[in-house]
Nanobody, 133 residues
Framework: QVQLQESGPGLVKPSQTLSLTCTVS??????????WSWLRQSSGKELEWMGA???????YYSPSLKSRTSISRDTSKNQFTLHLTSVTPEDTAEYYC?????????????????????????WGQGIQVTVSS
């Protein structure tokens, strides 16, 4: 059974870089054709897809966050990590890592992937991150 677990700081100061790691157990992040995403949900807002890294290491980012987001992986530890730079209080949210068996690009869109939970087969429990001085 594949399980995902987010880890990282719960509090980040404005202008800093937020780094969150997702540790995958019960399966390899290199398994074809799985994709590993980061999503977040702020209070009162919809779930937002941020970016993904594929089984081969290719990365995909939300156009709205692309300038501040990067995703890397450590295959030896079966982990993938989100880096979000120049955070502001608007980045306060519950952050989730998730896995899908295929890409979930929204047809006809700008390259953004789906924010529908049912499109993702595996989910972490989420981690609350607050951006505050």
């Amino acid at each position: 059974q594949v399980q995902l677990q987010e880890s990282g700081p719960g509090l980040v100061k404005p202008s800093q870089t937020l780094s969150l790691t997702c540790t995958v157990s019960g399966g390899s992040i290199r398994t074809g054709y799985y994709y590993w995403s980061w999503l977040r949900q702020s209070s009162g807002k919809e779930l937002e897809w941020m970016g993904a890294i594929g089984y081969g290491g290719s990365t995909y980012y939300s156009p709205s966050l692309k300038s501040r987001t990067s995703i890397s992986r450590d295959t030896s530890k079966n982990q993938f990590t989100l880096h979000l730079t120049s955070v502001t209080p608007e980045d306060t949210a519950e952050y989730y890592c998730a896995g899908s068996d295929g890409v979930t690009v929204v047809p006809g869109g700008d390259g953004t992937w789906s924010n529908r939970p049912e499109e993702y087969r595996y989910w972490g429990q989420g981690i609350q991150v607050t951006v505050s001085s």
